[in-house]
Structure formats: C-alpha cells, structure tokens
C-alpha cells in the first residue's frame, strides 16, 4: 500500500472492495453451479443471506463520500463476514462436491 502514499498527498485516495458471495451475479453462479452448494454458501455467511448489488453499491458510495475521506489504502471487506468464517472451508467443500459429480480424482 505504500504505493497510496503520493496520490493520497496530491488528494487521490485509494481504496478497493472484496465482495463476497454476490447474488446475480456471474461470480456466484461459477461459484455455486448447483442448489446444494448454494445453499452451503449461504449457510457459511454469518449474515445468513447472499449479498446485494446494492451492498457493494453502499460500500463504493462510502469510500468515495466525505463520510469517507479519511479513508484510504484498505481494502473494504464486502462479504457478510465470510472471510471471517471459513471461506476456504466452503470451498473446499463444493471442490469435493463438484469433483465428486464429474467423477474427478486427484
């Protein structure tokens, strides 16, 4: 993040989002093919529901008002907090499932 520090100083700042499990979108639909691993997603999500455009949406809109100017250099986790509860986990899960279907071995 260091390379923030001369844009921030001429007024730029920067930011990114890490959007999680996204309903509608074409992220989510690779993501969960099927109804089984979908459900395992939403399950996973501390929320307990799939994020919204309108979430990421939000969370841009902060970043770039002044609600937000003294931020800069983070990236924004947008996920329900998934990141915190075992992504990974999941996602090893649907690996298996989808291997399992196609008959995959390692």
Known sequence: MWR???PVQMGVRINSISPGPIEGTEGMARLAPT????????RSVPIARLGQPDDIAKAAGFLCS?????????VLPVDGGWSLAGASAVMAGAS???????GHKD
């Open 66 to 74: 002044d609600a937000g100017a003294y931020v800069s250099g983070v």
């Open 35 to 42: 109804e089984e691993i979908m459900t395992a997603v939403v």
């Open 96 to 102: 298996r499932f989808l291997d399992k279907l196609t």
């Open 4 to 6: 923030c520090v001369l």
